[in-house]
Structures are given as C-alpha cells and as structure tokens.
C-alpha cells in the first residue's frame, strides 16, 4: 500500500505541479468522494480539466492549462483574486523534492509503539480537488518531529518545504520587504473598517489612542507622537488599508512582530498638508 501511495503522490506531482499536464490526473481508490463538489465547483468554477489545491481550507490555487489562479476565501467568500500565467509560476517554484515523499509517513506518532505526544502544534494541510473527487495530506506539529528527529522527519520536511512553496505564492514583494525591515509605517484613515479611539480608562491603557485595523489592534507608546514633513516617509516602508487587508490577521500579527521591527501609524495633518503625524505603536493583539 506505501508503494501505491508513492506511486500516485510521484504521479500527481509530476503531472499536475511540475508539468501542469492536469488532463493527465488519475482517479485512484485513495481519493474520497468529494460530499460538497458542486459548492466547490461553483465557487471557484471549476471545469473537468481543473485541479484545485487547498492550502489548510482558506488558501487555494487553481491549475488548468493556460494559468494559475490563486484564491483567499473567508466563510465560504472569496475575499481575493489574482491570476498568473502557467509559465510564470512554473519558474518560480520547483517540487521536485516531493517525489520521493510517502503521505502515509506523514500521520506517523508512535515510536517503538509509544505514542508522539505534542501539544499545542500547527497541522498544515494540503487538499487536492479533482472532479468530484479529493485527496488530503496532513501534517502535524512538523517542527517538532524535525527538531527531535522523530520516525519520517525527512518527509515532513519535504511536506512542510512544499507547503511553505505553495504558501509563499500568496506574499508579494511589498509583504517580503515589510518581513525584513525594521520600521515600519501604517498610513491610517478612517473607513468602515478602521477606527481609532482614546482609552480613559485608568485600569486599561489610560489615554492612549487605540487603532483598529483588520482585527488587529494597536495603542501608541508614550512621547512618540510628532509631526514631521511628508517628504521623509518617502523612503520608508509604508502600508495601507489595501495591503493589509489581502492577508488574514494571523498573518499580519506574525509579519508585524517578527524581527521586533517598529511600527508607526502615519495620519493627516490638519493644519498642514505638507506635514504629517506619526505615531510610534505596539501591536497588542
């Protein structure tokens, strides 16, 4: 049965990812029938030659033989759109390390008949939809069979290598540039979506502003608020509205807090168009 399995995963990766032959996909007996394929189909408009992968439920990417479409969805919404030539992401990507990869070593918690306990884990999940059928690899806590070199760790690490691949597609290089950088700026404005209030609660955060940004919050930290001229945010790193909201908030949070980069919020000055306000920030949760 471990043959057949690496057979086919050998098979689809070659067919369907290296090459994007996805006429090619066989239906195997490992595939289950796929209960909600016409809610599927339609949400994303799937015909009989697309191949559909899912990227723990929210993230998917749709192959067929012109381009690749990438999807974020929200409560069964889709919530962005962008679509790439075939080509262009043929060269950005390489999956040739999953060749060699066994999906039954991934689910693996026992050594010596004692079972693997892990608490408080990440599970990554890889869905493969094709016609009225799926496929789903799962992966648990892979940093922490890695680290301890536990039973099949190598194949995790092929899993977790192809998932942060397929993941990787969904960052821009604005998004690369706000993960390597040390400051950075939040252009703020009002909208339906956003706020910003001040808390004068003695017991909670006594007078500092609070933004409300995409399920994020943030307050100012003290004696960091000043007014500067527009010209010198020119060269920095600056995001708004609509770059924050491509990505989900546990995204945001991890981006925001990696590298303990600072983060100032950049607002209007009334008095002044020339100038504007910053506000040195902490992202609180």
């Not at 004692?114 to 789903?136: M, T």
Request: some cysteine; overall charge positive.
């Amino acid at each position: 049965m471990k043959i057949i399995t690496s057979f086919f995963l050998v098979f689809f990766c070659t067919s369907v990812l290296a090459q994007y032959d996805v006429n090619s996909f066989v239906i195997s007996k490992f595939e289950k029938e796929n209960d909600n394929a016409k809610v599927t189909n339609e949400l994303f408009d799937l015909n009989q030659s697309d191949t559909l992968l899912s990227l723990n439920n929210y993230k998917f990417i749709k192959l067929n033989n012109k381009s690749v479409t990438l999807y974020k969805t929200k409560q069964n919404q889709i919530i962005l759109k962008k679509e790439y030539n075939r080509k262009e992401l043929n060269k950005k990507l390489n999956f040739n390390f999953l060749f060699n990869l066994n999906p039954v070593e991934l689910t693996i918690n026992e050594v010596d008949g004692k079972k693997i306990e892990v608490n408080d884990g990440s599970e990554y999940s890889i869905k493969v939809f094709k016609k009225n059928k799926y496929l789903e690899f799962l992966n648990y806590a892979p940093d922490v069979y890695i680290e301890n070199k536990y039973p099949f760790f190598e194949k995790r690490k092929f899993f977790l290598d192809c998932y942060i691949s397929l993941d990787s597609l969904f960052f821009d290089d604005l998004f690369l540039k706000v993960q390597n950088a040390e400051e950075v700026f939040i252009k703020f404005e009002d909208t339906e979506y956003t706020s910003k209030k001040v808390l004068k609660n003695k017991n909670i955060l006594d007078g500092k502003e609070i933004y409300y940004i995409n399920e994020m919050v943030f307050s100012t930290i003290n004696e960091t608020t000043e007014k500067i001229n527009s010209k010198m945010i020119n060269q920095k790193i600056v995001i708004d509205y609509d770059f924050l909201n491509q990505y989900f908030p546990q995204e945001l949070k991890k981006l925001l807090k990696e590298n303990g980069k600072k983060i100032f919020m950049i607002e209007k000055c009334k008095k002044s168009k020339k100038r504007v306000i910053i506000s040195q920030v902490k992202l609180n949760y």
